[in-house]
Each structure stands twice: as structure tokens, then as C-alpha cells.
């Protein structure tokens, strides 16, 4: 693929743009075909937009100052060497003519996602809160810039603190758009900076509530609950909460931890709790229902979960609370429901391939209806 300078008129005007192309072989031999149309042209014919040195309130989402949108004019060099895109220190960007035949690529870098990943953390301001929440020392990069290069990395889909120490960091840009440089941090730093980050959960996780609230003006009334758990491969000896229960990893030799989480129905993460590897999940739901209440405020919320939370007591609890709830079944309980099932009137399509009705329990006190 190549890009290309296009231009055409409308209305009268004229207009150029930037197109990427690529080569393509027809029965009447090769011909270019356009494959998007990138942006409208900057450069000698245009204004610049924006430029390196306004990197900061772009990714904050700010306006800059109108003294600093007017770009210096254009001005062609006749230079034999090689020329490039120039700018000196606090001045605009200067466009020169480039000797395309002359120019070779090195150093390939991924910045188009960790822009997008910093920009989020940016217009979240998460960078000012931890710069309130964690004090400095003597460190050359800040706990801030670390933490912010772990949520990144996990943003562009990588999986270990080991991949971004070794190889993920220094093929990216950014070192440029944080001034890290790949070979002041190691996996030891960045293992730290969790511990360093957890230390902060309930401010993090409320700070990140009130810019959800007021970005899309939800109520959190409808969450998710269930339990998973992570195991450790060695004596896990430093960790108290550290024991040996039911693995869903199938690592019954392994110590484990279980975490409990609530989401909103889009996935977005409200709470997590760490609990003993050895807790049962039935018996951590009063647990999480109170520390919900305790940090935003008893209301009339639904709870989903899965059967494995469901026992008489848990149910009592919630209605004690004034909490709606819509859990799985026991399956000893589906033999009431035997002869409904069976029915093929009364079902209405929620999805497709997907039918459900509402029925009340068959004893009759109307306490609970249940969706089948």
C-alpha cells in the first residue's frame, strides 16, 4: 500500500487530500484502487493543525490557545540533502520538501492504540488523582507514569508485566508520549507498581464511578456479582488469604485466593474484594451487598447471580435490604416448574432462538416470580 495526493473540486472550490492506495492485479493488468481517504491535506496548502509540541492537550482533550494556532508560514528549501518534517524547540512545525527516494524506515513502533490508551487515562484523570494519592521519592519515573504504562499495555491486549519489561515497551512510542525509556524500567518495578496501585483501590474505584456517572448519567441500580478465583504456583507463604479450595483453574494442588466482582450489565468493573481461597461463594454475598452499601448508599438495586450464590438465607438478606434480585434456580426447585416447561402457549421471544414467560411459585404466597 501507498498514499497518494488527491485533489478535486466542489462547488467551485478546490480540495486536497491524502488517500491510501494499493496495487491490484485486473484482467486489464494493474491497476490502483483507493482504499480510504486518510485527511485533508496539510502541509505547504494548508494551516497546521496541531504538532508535536501540543501532544499534552491533545491527549487531555484541551483547547489550545488561540496564540498558538497560527502556524508559521511555509517556506521551501532548496537544500541537496534530504529534508524532513522540522521544528525548532517552542516554535511550529515547518513543512520541507522530502526526497521520498532517499528516505528509509527505521525503527517501526505501535502508536496508534497506546495513543488511544493514554488519552483515556488522561481525560479520566487518572493522572492528576494518583499524583495526589501517591507521594514521590526518590524514583527516576513516577509511580504515576508506571501505573500508567501497565493500564496501557493491558488496553493493547498484553498479557504479563514480563512481555512489556522484555519486548512490548520498546515497541511502541511510548517513550516519546511518557519519556520512558525501555531500559529505566524492569519487571520488578512494574510488579511493584500493583502493589503500589492496590494500596489506593476504594479511591480509584470511586474516582472512576463519578466519571462514569457524570460522563453517561447511570444509577447503578443493575449489577452483576460472581466469584472466580486465581491460583499461585509456589508456598504462597507471604499471603494469609492464600489457601486451597475449589479450583476453577483445576489446580487443586495450588494455593488460591478467590475475587469477588461487581459490573454493570456493558462489563465496566464497580468493586472487587479479595477473599480466602478456601471461601465458599454463598457465604460472601452479604459481605459485598454491605460494602456496596457502605461506599454508594442502600437503594433498590438489582443483583443477578448465578445459582452457586443462592441459598434461603442470602434471599432474606437481600429482601431484608429492600434489594431486587434475579438468581439462578436450584435445580431442585425445577421440578415445580416440570409441567410449564412443557407448555407451548404464553412464551414470548426475548432474543433470537431465545423464548421466556413469568410464572409465580406454585405455593402460592406470591413472594417471588420466576422467570423460566
Not at 175 to 202: E, S
Not at 207 to 220: D, E, I, T
Not at 224 to 252: C, H, I, M, P
Request: charge should be neutral.
Amino acid at each position: 500500500m501507498f498514499s497518494r495526493r488527491r485533489s478535486k473540486v466542489v462547488g467551485g472550490e478546490r480540495y486536497e487530500y491524502w488517500s491510501l492506495c494499493e496495487s491490484v492485479r485486473t484482467a486489464a493488468g494493474p491497476r490502483q484502487r483507493e482504499v480510504a481517504c486518510l485527511s485533508k491535506l496539510t502541509g505547504p496548502d494548508a494551516a497546521v493543525e496541531a504538532g508535536w509540541e501540543d501532544l499534552d492537550d491533545l491527549l487531555a482533550g484541551r483547547q489550545r490557545p488561540r496564540a498558538q494556532q497560527q502556524s508559521l508560514p511555509f517556506e521551501e528549501t532548496k537544500s541537496s540533502q534530504p529534508a524532513a518534517v522540522a521544528a525548532a524547540a517552542g516554535a511550529r512545525s515547518r513543512w520541507e520538501y522530502a526526497d521520498l527516494g532517499q528516505l528509509r524506515v527505521e525503527r517501526v513502533r505501535a502508536f496508534g492504540a497506546p495513543y488511544l490508551a493514554l488519552s483515556l487515562w488522561r481525560r479520566l484523570g487518572l493522572d492528576e488523582l494518583l499524583g495526589r494519592l501517591i507521594e514521590p521519592g526518590r524514583e527516576e519515573v513516577s509511580w504515576e507514569r508506571v501505573c500508567c504504562l501497565l493500564t496501557v499495555a493491558r488496553f493493547c491486549g498484553q498479557p504479563s508485566e514480563l512481555a512489556i519489561a522484555e519486548r512490548w515497551l520498546e515497541r511502541t512510542a511510548l517513550d516519546d508520549l511518557l519519556g520512558l525509556a525501555a531500559g529505566r524500567l524492569n519487571d520488578d518495578r512494574l510488579y511493584r507498581a500493583l502493589d503500589v496501585l492496590g494500596a489506593h483501590k476504594d479511591a480509584l474505584c470511586a474516582h472512576l464511578l463519578a466519571r462514569y456517572q457524570s460522563w453517561f448519567g447511570v444509577r447503578f441500580e443493575f449489577l452483576l456479582y460472581d466469584v472466580t478465583s486465581t491460583f499461585f504456583e509456589g508456598q504462597a507463604l507471604g499471603n494469609e488469604k492464600a489457601r486451597r479450595g475449589y479450583s476453577r483453574d483445576q489446580r487443586s494442588d495450588c494455593k488460591q485466593v478467590c475475587i469477588a466482582l461487581v459490573v454493570t450489565p456493558e462489563g465496566l468493573p464497580l468493586s472487587f474484594e479479595v477473599f480466602d481461597g478456601n471461601r465458599a461463594d454463598v457465604s460472601t454475598v452479604e459481605d459485598v451487598v454491605r460494602v456496596m452499601e457502605e461506599k454508594y448508599g442502600q437503594s433498590e438495586r438489582v443483583w443477578v447471580m448465578d445459582r452457586g450464590m443462592v441459598s434461603e438465607k442470602n434471599i432474606a438478606f437481600l429482601r431484608s435490604r429492600r434489594a431486587r434480585y434475579l438468581v439462578g434456580t436450584p435445580k431442585s426447585q425445577l421440578k415445580h416448574f416440570e409441567a410449564k416447561l412443557l407448555e407451548t402457549e404464553g412464551w414470548t421471544e426475548v432474543q433470537a432462538g431465545l423464548e421466556a414467560r413469568v410464572e409465580r411459585h406454585p405455593d402460592g404466597r406470591g413472594e417471588e416470580q420466576f422467570v423460566l
